[in-house]
């Protein structure tokens, strides 16, 4: 995927506060030195770890990944917009479950895409972005968000789901009763029990003899929920659309005439 180097020399200050005076400490206590040498590469190795999974990282190819996640999307608002039970709601539903549902429903349309992608380290981006930023304040997508999205897909895959059944479960996300503020709270979630049944009966129809297929769509859906709206949109938009809020954007793809 991209280049995993070991990590020999800690500069982050998450370990210089947890460890202050190691070195020292293991210097002046030569009696110990065996000991303390020991637990600080084990401390090092945990450390490793963790800074692995907040590396950040960009796409390889983002010319070509973002014009392929470009059209999902498109794709995506195409297929919400076509379902009759969505477009007689009202417009302000209509906005909220988008603004809600719409990264589920594009992370379901990259998996029945089959969209595979590689990252890369962002260079020379910690230090100096914690030098500018400072801590937690950089909105780059981390190689453990990418991981979880990769977790998706896979678990997608693996359930080789029919187009019938992606239609289904993307109803099923689409028509949310507990997004906030909903003024055909029943209507919708009498939508989603409507989708729910209608990917029962296909499973019934397709996979008669698989009785937990079911659930293992329902587990796949609530993983793909845990996807965050930041990671899609910088990982994937950002390079097109610069600062350009998503949100607005979405809502002109969902009322354009």
Known sequence: MFPMEEITNHSCSGYLDQHPHTILYNI??????????D?????????????????????????????????????????????PSFSQLPSGDQSSLLRH????????????????????????????????????????????????????????????LSPKEYAYLKGALLFNPAVEGLSALLLIEGLQQEAQRAL?????????????????????????QTVSHSLVTELFFKPVIGNTNMLHLLTEMLFVD
């Open 101 to 160: 549902c719409w990264v589920p429903l594009f992370v379901l349309g990259l998996a029945q895409e089959k969209i595979a992608f590689e990252v890369t380290d962002v260079p020379n981006s910690s230090i100096l972005r914690q030098i500018l930023l400072g801590p937690g304040l950089t909105d780059l997508p981390s190689l453990a968000e990418v991981q979880n999205l990769r977790t998706c897909l896979h678990k997608l895959w693996n359930l080789d």
């Open 28 to 37: 002046l206590s030569g009696s110990k030195s065996g000991y303390l040498n």
């Open 200 to 224: 029962q009966e296909i499973l019934h129809l397709l996979h008669p003899e698989d009785t937990a297929r079911f659930s293992h769509l329902l587990l796949a859906a609530s993983t793909v």
């Open 39 to 83: 637990k600080l590469n084990r401390n090092a190795t945990a450390h490793i770890c963790h800074c692995e999974q907040r590396r950040t990282v960009c796409l390889k190819d983002p010319k070509a990944t973002c014009q392929v996640a470009s059209s999902v999307l498109v794709k995506t608002v195409g297929f919400v917009r076509s379902l």
